[in-house]
């Protein structure tokens, strides 16, 4: 989360065999590695045990990480900012819009707008910070072959906007598998930090982990991977001070009988790591019913917006 990182290359006693395998696996910057679990470095870079335990010890010393008073905390959370979702109700909703250093996670059926926000967002991160947006680049992890510039095109330029800039400022993977979803996520730390992105979405998150690992066999270790995948996620929010946007689908459990059949994919694993968890439902016409189901700290109101040619907007519909 500091403005000014300090690089491997920095630190004494790191090596370069070391550093470089530290650098392959996407940990650029001591802040973010010593905040990683050790089990998670030494999978992913092969280095041994005790160089991990003395290499997360000697960042730690160096950070002066172990500790930090609740003033600083607070210190450090006020320095959290907003990306307007365009919609002044749906901003309200939120607490005056998508926040960085957190993870926000739009649930709903398919055809509520949970991609429709993420593209109107990929538009409205980029306006300044006067016009509600963070001036900053966007990283794109389509898991479902949805993103459509078309569309970013289209609202660029209801906005008034130049659309060709728009574009190019979003950096956009299509991910095929769950290793290609987690290995984009790690190394993502290098990217967010060299072209300055402000947000990062993964629509959807949980569709890969769905499909590939299928029956309840393979449910600890699926939980065990998307539990790495979403604290990744989350590590890169809070150091980067970017927002982290992602869409879940709802899953629907026909064998349950009380409560509610239709419930977010994932688990507890990812409704715990998601800051905030908004459902999203449709209402009449093109207007869209948004309602906080879990935050630490928004209020679980409702409220309502439009998806039109402009992307999203508020709704004089009720
Ligand atoms: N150009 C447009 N003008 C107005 N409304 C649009 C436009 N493009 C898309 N929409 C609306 O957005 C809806 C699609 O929303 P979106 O793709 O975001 O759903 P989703 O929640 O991501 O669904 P899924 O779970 O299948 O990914 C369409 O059904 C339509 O109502
Ligand atoms: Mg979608």
């Not at 989360?1 to 392959?24: N, Q, R, W």
């Not at 790495?228 to 927002?243: D, G, M, P, V």
């Not at 990812?270 to 869209?288: D, F, P």
């Amino acid at each position: 989360m500091s403005s000014e990182p300090t690089f491997i290359s920095d630190l004494k006693g790191v090596g370069p065999s070391t550093a470089s395998k530290l650098k392959e696996a996407g940990f650029t910057t001591i802040e973010f590695i010593s905040v990683t679990p050790k089990k998670e470095i030494i999978e992913k870079t092969g280095i041994g045990e005790d160089t991990a335990t003395n290499l997360i010890q000697n960042m730690r010393e160096v950070l002066g990480l172990e500790l930090m008073t609740a003033q600083e905390l607070f210190e450090k959370r006020q320095l959290a900012k907003r990306i307007t979702t365009a919609s002044k109700n749906l901003d309200k909703l939120l607490g005056d819009g998508i926040e960085t250093q957190a993870i926000t996670e739009f649930v709903g059926e398919y055809g509520t707008g949970k991609s429709q926000i993420c593209m109107q967002l990929c538009v409205t991160a980029q306006q300044s910070f006067e016009q509600g947006g963070l001036g900053g680049k966007i990283l794109f992890i389509d898991t479902e072959g949805t993103f459509a510039p078309q569309r970013i095109n289209d609202v660029a330029k209801a906005r008034g906007l130049e659309p060709k800039k728009i574009l190019e400022n979003i950096i956009y993977a299509r991910c095929y598998n769950i290793d290609h979803q987690i290995l984009l996520v790690d190394k993502a730390s290098k990217i967010v930090e060299e072209e300055k992105v402000k947000l990062i979405v993964v629509d959807s998150l949980v569709s890969h982990f769905r499909g590939e690992y299928v029956g309840r066999e393979m449910l600890s270790e699926r939980q065990q991977k998307l539990n790495q995948h979403i604290h990744r996620l989350l590590r890169l929010a809070e150091f980067y001070n970017c927002a982290v946007v992602i869409t879940n689908q709802i899953q629907s459990n026909p064998t349950q009988v009380f409560g509610d059949p239709n419930r977010p994919a994932g688990g507890n694993i990812v409704a715990h790591a998601s800051t905030h968890r908004i459902y999203i439902r449709k209402g009449k016409l093109n207007t869209r019913i948004a309602h906080v189901i879990d935050s630490p700290y928004l209020p679980g109101d409702e409220t309502r917006f439009a998806i039109t040619g402009m992307g999203i907007e508020d709704t004089e519909e009720n």
